[in-house]
């Protein structure tokens, strides 16, 4: 028995435990290559903290923390880190009913109406509803409950929880699909809480984590426990960043699980010890690992599936259990090779990143097999940028059959639309390759025709012509809804309704009737009912997925206003006396061109010269498109690229005077301020460098239809936001091409907002607009 760390790390009296664990004796080697493995994919990827754990039979040979578990703080992340793992709980709640199976208190065959009396969900299938078939995800539930799901951040009691699955029915007959479901192994949770009489929570502490010496976990955390919580992190396709949310769930037994890489490592060795703890005290029985660890309602053919709350598969040859977690701001994995007895532990604190703590752990478990069986030691993939110039070259629409693929250049980097989700392609010599946050593997040759997958198949280069108008009866759907922490778009593709949920994955939905759609038979939400929900007075306030209700936010499509936090017209008599903050150059030669003297196909719409703006008072008093020559030249090219696509260019402000930034950042409330530049710095519009631009249709003269209203302070305006209509977003994304290949750049918060490259060569300005020569 190894009991170097336990012993020093828990007995009284002793000092701290290590914050790491140095690799044991012959494990060096393998802890370098995981380290420059680990810090190459924490750079590339922007993930801030991780930490992990490698087991070889009854010892944690390493565990080490890499980055930052407080970035703010500069706190580094450890091996005693303690995260939130997710789904990693379900393991647990498995075990808890494996040991109550055991004692004769329940079956794994009876109908769980037996143990719950009150649960009755809406049935048509008139098939019992089994422990077994909730532990396999083989009862047909749906994935989220009424209260207490994924984004309630209300913190329900596990009963309510529970109990609010009565308004639900399930989505397929019992054992006839595999349905991942929260709600059901939450089911099996509260079964645990009423047979015992004690909660959940408390159950598990006392028969499993103790046991098991998981000294810093809890399914409801302790204060100790919160201190040491890393900060998690969210992120989304249009760009933002924030810390994650932090409630208790109500699906608790499936999801709410806190604990260490450590503290996972010794859950590890107790499975590799079949079921003993470290002090000799079984918490299962191996008969009844086996049975977690056999594929339910399989054939004797399959090689892969849920067994009792574990997913199973082969590795090298060998069986393997796992489970991943996806949490808010978290991303873990549990791997473990029982019939040789290696397993890792990993944790990262990035939204939905399980594709890269899922190769870090993987490769970990491909060290220790070759550690083990004396082969020399892989080498961990990388890539490398595909170049800007490639990547423009590359972009476009390719098609196989009725599916499309979409490549696209957003910040310099290439991108690639294909399936559920957006992600990064990068290169492996000459070949491309997805190699994002989300996904990796995709690979293609560059062909003449497209691109060529390994397989043969090709992806051919396809028109991308202006997409067709939507259904009108879709467009009361078309918005956001839900929570900000976690926020459903509805949006249209290709002449589908979408949706866009759980910030990253898109699902077609299938028509059924007035309001009603459903989710595909694939996913996270595979075969839920979707069905709009209307007001007395016909409009859309929400949708309902499966058992969740997600509450329509409010939107306009009428002018943008904000309330001045001071009256615009006190503004204008202060601006007077001010003078822009003092640069030292040397810049370039000012020389600001009128651009409809330049191409007076470029159409004027100058909305600080008129009321129609977020302050709703003319700012200017002379209606003219001003910018430094090389910028106005370059805009005249962009129009004369678009005339190609029947386009021309709108411009609704140009050179503006610092005094009129000034004013905006003063009138415009805090929360509201990364729309209006800070007068401190400047704007690039005070420098004659940055132009507010849209389009409109040359043969109709009129404007085209974008995804939000110009100056409208929301995220419909960001520059990626990934809701609307096709038809909409299609002609942002023609905007931006025609401006970037001219050498403007996009602001991330407006995509109607353009800068000049050279804007740093410029001073700031401040003269009015009609003194301009």
């Not at 070259?393 to 991108?415: K, M, N, P, W």
């Not at 006396?577 to 020389?591: A, D, R």
Request: aromatic share 12%.
């Amino acid at each position: 028995m190894y009991i170097g760390f336990v012993v020093l790390g828990l007995v009284q009296g002793c000092k701290p435990p290590q914050e790491n664990l140095p690799p044991a004796p012959g494990y060096e080697t393998i802890a370098r290559r995981l380290e420059v493995a680990i810090r190459y994919e924490l750079d590339d990827k922007g993930i801030p903290g991780f930490s992990i754990a490698l087991v070889d039979g009854d010892r944690i040979v390493w565990a080490q923390g890499f980055g930052y578990a407080h970035p703010d703080r500069k706190i580094p992340a450890t091996a005693r880190t303690v995260y939130r793992v997710a789904s990693i709980s379900k393991l647990f709640t498995a075990l808890a009913v494996m040991q109550l199976v055991e004692q004769g208190v329940l079956d794994l065959d009876t109908d769980v109406r037996t143990y719950l009396p009150d649960f009755h969900p809406e049935d048509s299938f008139e098939a019992p509803i089994t422990l077994r078939q909730l532990l396999s995800h083989r009862s047909g539930q749906v994935r989220e409950p009424p209260v207490g799901h994924y984004f309630d951040p209300t913190e329900p009691s596990l009963q309510a929880t529970v109990y609010s699955l009565n308004e639900t029915r399930r989505v397929y007959p019992p054992e006839t699909r595999t349905k991942y479901s929260n709600a059901a192994v939450s089911v099996a949770g509260f079964v645990v809480e009423q047979v015992t009489g004690r909660p959940f929570a408390d159950y598990v502490q006392q028969a499993l984590l103790e046991p098991m010496g998981m000294r810093s976990s809890a399914f409801t955390p302790r204060p100790e426990l919160q201190r040491r919580l890393a900060t998690g992190y969210m992120w989304t396709y249009d760009g933002r960043r924030f810390e994650a949310p932090v409630f208790e769930l109500g699906i608790l037994p499936a999801a709410n699980l806190y604990t260490t890489v450590t503290d996972l490592g010794r859950f590890l060795i107790t499975l590799f010890r079949k079921g003993e703890t470290e002090q000799d005290t079984p918490i299962v029985t191996p008969a009844s690992l086996e049975t977690m660890w056999t594929i339910q309602y399989a054939d004797s053919t399959q090689t892969q599936g849920f067994g009792l709350g574990f997913y199973l598969s082969r590795f090298r040859g060998h069986r393997r259990f796992q489970h991943s977690g996806v949490m808010y701001g978290y991303a873990s994995r549990v791997y473990g090779l029982p019939d040789v007895q290696l397993g890792v532990a990993a944790v990262g604190t990035l939204d939905a990143t399980n594709v890269v703590t899922d190769r870090l752990a993987e490769y970990a478990l491909d060290l220790l097999l070759a550690y083990r069986e004396g082969r020399p030691l892989p080498d961990y993939p990388r890539t490398e940028p595909v170049t800007e110039t490639q990547a423009r070259r590359l972009a476009g629409r390719y098609r196989q059959g009725t599916r499309y693929l979409d490549l696209f250049v957003q910040d310099s980097t290439l991108y690639a639309r294909l399936g559920e989700v957006v992600d990064r392609v990068r290169r492996q010599g000459d070949t491309l390759i997805v190699d994002g946050r989300l996904t990796y593997g995709l690979r293609w040759q560059i062909t003449d025709r497209g691109l060529q997958a390994p397989d043969g198949t090709t992806w051919e280069r396809a028109d991308d012509p202006v997409p067709a108008p939507m259904p009108e009866r879709w467009r009361p759907y078309i918005g956001r809804y839900g929570w900000p922490h976690n926020t459903l778009y509805i949006l249209e593709q290709d002449g589908h309704l979408y949706a866009l949920i759980e910030w990253f994955f898109y699902y077609p939905l299938i028509e059924v009737g007035p309001d009603e759609f459903r989710m595909p038979d694939y996913g996270l939400y595979m075969g839920e009912r979707v069905a709009f929900v209307r007001t007395t007075d016909g409009r859309v306030a929400g949708v309902r997925i499966g058992g969740v209700f997600w509450e329509r936010w409010p939107e306009t499509d009428t002018l943008f206003r904000i309330q001045p936090i001071r009256p615009v017209a006190e503004l204008m008599q202060e601006v007077q006396s001010l003078q822009p903050p003092t640069e030292t150059g040397p810049f370039q030669e000012v020389e600001l061109v009128d651009l409809q003297q330049l191409d007076p196909t470029i159409r004027l719409d100058l909305r600080y010269a008129t009321a129609d703006n977020f302050l709703g008072t003319p700012l200017y008093r002379t209606a003219r498109a001003l910018l430094q020559r090389p910028a106005a030249e370059a805009l005249v090219r962009v129009q004369q690229r678009l005339r190609r696509l029947g386009l021309g260019l709108i411009i609704h402000d140009a050179y503006r005077p610092w005094y009129v930034t000034w004013m905006m950042w003063e009138a415009t409330p805090d929360s509201l301020r990364h729309f209006v530049a800070d007068p401190a710095h400047g704007s690039r519009h005070n420098r004659g460098c940055a132009v507010d631009v849209s389009l409109y249709d040359l043969k109709t003269g009129q404007p085209v239809e974008m995804p939000s209203g110009y100056d409208e302070f929301t995220e419909r305006a960001y520059a990626h936001y990934p809701g609307g209509t096709h038809r909409q977003r299609w002609y942002r994304e023609r905007l931006r091409e025609a401006m970037e290949a001219e050498g403007f750049r996009v602001y991330p918060w407006e995509w109607w907002h353009y800068d000049c490259q050279d804007w740093q060569q410029y001073p700031l300005l401040n003269f009015p607009i009609e003194a301009a020569p």
